[in-house]
């Protein structure tokens, strides 16, 4: 019997089936955006050289297989079918040429049942093996593509980053002069008014003039923070150490803050006996930490009090804590407050208080800097206490 002739007999009707079922199979999901055609594609060449293989007098076309296959892997890759997809249609072929073949095989010998499953089966797996090849080539090629299209793009970010970031040094530096210029004339013009009372009342804009000293000073703090952080993020940040007196360095930087302190109604607690008395470190920088986390512990408390401690923890290190009973930082905002621009707004009166969010982030980098470490314990509502250890020699920067 030559099955060919019905294969190429049933050859649409078979197509026909095939894409329909490839079209109802919910794990084959490449076809749902796919016209019929498109699913079709190959196929019918493909069933052609399969009746000729199967055909006794004509010569074989496993060429046509081979080519078509190829074909068709080409195309599904483009198409974007995952390999499991491919599989499952050409299970599903062999599954339709069957059904369809199966009235005429079951009148043929066994003999000629065999030679005829075997040869469909043999030109099926050419096709998958043939089609996968393609179909990799193809992904291959895609990926190469999308290797250097990604690669394009991390250069231009780069690039842009790095415009950005000079950009905005500069800008910064801009911003500076004229913004010290309207603060210094703003100070003047309020100092001259305090001291001439008589004219006070007629200047019913002294209130805005203050608003305006504020926002300036602010924005000049915000301006130098931002710098600050882009010096050390280009490791431009350079430590200057020196022989420090801890206890007097600690007593200057609570002069400067106890006003602030006072106008809180807040009490100041210094335990400072278990300090070294001499640490080598950058004055500067130190003075920097301890004024930042003390103006932090005053700027989120209302009531009670701010606990400073020093000591030394070992023969190469001392610390020095900050306690606050304050409003606290949530677990999750804990992991975040080291971040440049991060705040964690609780209430109206933190949003309105003089925050810029860089505090803690160059506290960090500072004590970094210093081979030292930063840790934070807070509770919401209770308080929080931050803790530096740095070594009480300074390690040289490489
Ligand atoms: P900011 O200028 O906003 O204070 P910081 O970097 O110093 O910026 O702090 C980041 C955020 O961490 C603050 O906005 C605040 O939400 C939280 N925070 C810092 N210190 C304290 C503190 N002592 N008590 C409660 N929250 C704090």
Redesign the pocket.
């Known amino acids: 019997m030559d099955f060919s002739q019905t294969l190429i007999a049933k050859s649409d009707a078979i197509l026909h089936k095939w894409v329909e079922a490839v079209y109802e199979d919910e794990q084959i999901e490449a076809t749902q955006e796919l016209t019929f055609n498109a699913v079709r594609d190959s196929l019918p060449r493909i069933l052609k050289a399969l009746a000729t293989v199967l055909s006794e007098s004509a010569t074989s076309d496993l060429q046509t297989v081979v080519d078509a296959s190829l074909e068709h892997g080409t195309l599904r890759a483009e198409q974007g079918f995952e390999p499991e997809e491919i599989a499952r249609e050409y299970r599903l072929l062999r599954f339709v040429i069957f059904s369809f073949l199966e009235e005429d095989l079951l009148q043929g010998s066994a003999q000629e049942v065999l030679r005829a499953v075997r040869l469909i089966d043999t030109v099926i797996d050419e096709a998958i093996a043939r089609c996968f090849n393609s179909y990799t080539q193809g992904r291959l090629q895609e990926l190469k593509q999308l290797q250097s299209q990604l690669r394009l793009t991390n250069q231009e970010l780069t690039r842009l980053v790095r415009a950005t970031k000079e950009n905005l040094s500069h800008l910064a530096h801009e911003l500076k002069t004229p913004l010290t210029s309207i603060i210094g004339y703003a100070d003047l013009f309020l100092r001259q008014q305090r001291q001439q009372p008589e004219l006070k009342d007629t200047y019913a804009n002294l209130e805005s003039i203050e608003r305006v000293l504020k926002s300036g000073r602010l924005l000049v703090r915000l301006i130098n923070d931002t710098l600050e952080i882009s010096r050390y993020d280009a490791g431009q940040m350079k430590l200057h150490p020196a022989q420090t007196d801890v206890r007097s360095l600690i007593n200057s930087v609570l002069e400067m803050i106890e006003p602030l302190a006072s106008g809180k109604e807040l009490s100041l607690v210094v335990e400072c006996e278990r300090a070294p008395s001499q640490v080598n470190t950058d004055p500067l920088r130190l003075q920097q930490i301890v004024t930042?986390l003390l103006s932090?512990?005053i700027?989120?408390?209302e009531s009670g009090s701010i606990h400073l401690e020093c000591w030394t923890v070992s023969p190469q290190q001392w610390a020095i804590s900050v306690t606050?009973s304050?409003?606290?930082?949530s677990l999750d905002?804990q992991t975040k407050?080291?971040n440049p621009y991060?705040?964690?707004?609780t209430d109206s009166k933190?949003q309105k208080?003089d925050?810029?969010?860089?505090?803690?982030?160059i506290?960090s980098r500072l004590v970094q800097l210093m081979h030292g470490e930063i840790k934070v314990d807070?509770q919401l509502g209770k308080?929080?206490t931050?803790t530096v250890i740095l070594p009480l020699e300074a390690i040289a920067q490489v």
């Open positions: 930042n932090n512990a700027r989120y408390t606050d304050g409003i606290g930082i905002a407050i080291f991060f705040r964690e707004v933190v208080s925050g810029t969010g860089l505090g803690l982030a506290v807070s308080g929080s931050f």
